[in-house]
């Protein structure tokens, strides 16, 4: 086969009817295409390795007379990529479904469904995704011309679970409200004797109506809605938000910004791998390892509260560049300090899992095979912990990556042990990275201004944060309002793998498994 670009994409999309075939934003090839062709080019461009990563849907009637779906098709690297924009006539609200082709395509067109009331023909399953069945029937709360209602009522009837029977079976439910406070999620085990046989997720119980709201807030005010999408990646939401402003408006952030932006988003990977080793292994009952990664993650903390102003790092990345302490940071300083902090995390880990206790529960534990990770489009750091060779720092780099020289990990196990490999490794790369920027990061402004946005104007903003590929779309409305955001986090993608590698592991593991994954709960029920 030969290898994927931008040529051979843009010949499939000529050859299945397209028209405007054009270059797009670096690594990206843009047209648009009639609703029916959809299936046929999905299939031309899997043969390829490219498939769909990305669908949003937009209410475009007041301007075209007809709702607009953007489909990306990338490989697992997401580039090269093509950017196919398609209008479902108003009249009609109904397109060609890629549910049989594409487990990815599936959620998607589950959503719009929910979300717009656009029907994916075909689509095998559509039980409600983002929404529960206390929202009024035929009420589609991203369609422009909606009315708010009052309306909601839970009338008694049951999600439609998958139900699993036979002999000796029994189901366990887990939730939807946690101890703790962690958001609320649904978990139906179908179990025999402790060996769980099925799982069904069920989230989406605080959908916050997130990408509505992008819509009625002053463009000013945006990015910290874009900060709070899922609380622990404020950094990672941040820049992708800001880049697909920077992209729609035309504009950039200086040089200097870029090399910032890199340290913010590895301090923000480096503190939640930190806690989420220190989880793992106290699910594994070894409170050792838990309670230094937790100092370890609060020294980080304190670190990200000095060099941006907050412990989270909101308010740091700005439209058109970085805000705050980061821009005048001692950024030889905070690599000092970063790097003794992982040295004693990575002997925090070795202790850890030179310990045969913890070593026995990891090993095996939750394993998602690679194969089964492709075929449900897992991303970001599940899927390299599955061998699956893709970090957008590397291949869609975005700030400054691109000359760094990413070093992407990829473990092949795909179990709990894998998952937190992934997580160690990467913790020293990022520790290298915030050094290389230390040494090599130029002076000069840290912010510029933007220009001002067009009405109808359009931008794509990609970033690898610590979860996995961050996604934002935005359409503006004019200077100061936006008409769409599409938001997609990578747990979005990843909660279905959940269900896949537990099975056949004992319920008591399923706390180690969940925590292996760390998915948001958040930055799913948007």
Known sequence: ?????????????????????????????????????????????????????????????????????????????????????????????????LATRSFTASRFEREIHDLYGLVPVGHPDLRRLALHQFWPEGYWPLRRDVAPRADFADAGQPFPFRRVEGEGLFEITVGPVHAGIIEPGHFR??????????????????????????????????????????????????????????????????????????????????????????????????????????????????????????????????????????????????????????????????????????????????????RTARELGVVGLAGRASGIDADARRDAPCAAYDALGVRAAVHEAGDVLARTLVRLDEAREAARLIRAVAGRAPAGPARAPLPPLAAGAEGFGLVEAWRGPVWHWVVAAGPARLARVKVVDPSFRNWPALEYAVLKNIVPDFPLCNKSFNLSYSGNDL
Request: proline residues 5%; hydrophobic residues 50%; contains cysteine.
């Open 1 to 97: 086969m030969a290898p994927l670009d931008l040529s051979s994409l843009a010949r499939a999309l000529v050859e299945s009817g397209a028209d405007g075939v054009a270059a797009g934003a670096p690594g990206t090839v843009e047209a648009r295409l009639p609703a029916r062709e959809i299936p046929a080019l999905a299939d031309r461009l899997a043969r390829a390795g490219a498939h769909c990563q990305l669908l949003a849907a937009a209410d475009a009637r007041a301007a075209a007379g007809a709702f607009a779906l953007v489909y990306v098709f990338a490989p697992p690297t997401l580039r090269p990529a093509a950017v196919v924009r398609v209008a479902v006539p108003a009249a009609e609200a109904r397109f060609p479904s």
């Open 189 to 370: 085990f179908s179990v025999e004797g402790e060996t769980i046989v099925n799982l069904e997720t069920r989230l989406g119980f605080v959908h916050k109506g997130t990408e509505k709201l992008f819509e009625t807030l002053p463009l000013a005010r945006a990015p910290e809605l874009a900060e709070r999408v899922s609380g622990d990646t404020s950094a990672g939401h941040a820049l992708a938000f800001c880049q697909a402003l920077e992209a729609a408006s035309g504009g950039a952030a200086p040089p200097r910004a870029a090399w910032l932006r890199v340290v913010l988003l590895e301090l923000e990977r480096l503190y939640n791998h930190v806690a989420d080793v220190g989880m793992i292994v106290n699910d594994t009952g070894f409170a050792f390892g838990h309670a230094h990664c937790f100092r370890i993650r609060e020294e980080l903390l304190r670190l990200n509260a000095r060099v941006s102003g907050h412990r989270l790092l909101r308010g740091a990345i700005v439209p058109g560049g970085v805000a705050g302490p980061v821009e005048g940071a001692a950024l030889a300083d905070v690599a000092t300090a970063v790097e003794r902090l992982v040295a004693e995390f990575a002997e925090v880990a070795r202790v850890s899992l030179d310990n045969t206790l913890v070593l026995e529960r990891l090993q095996g534990t939750g394993r998602l095979t690679t």
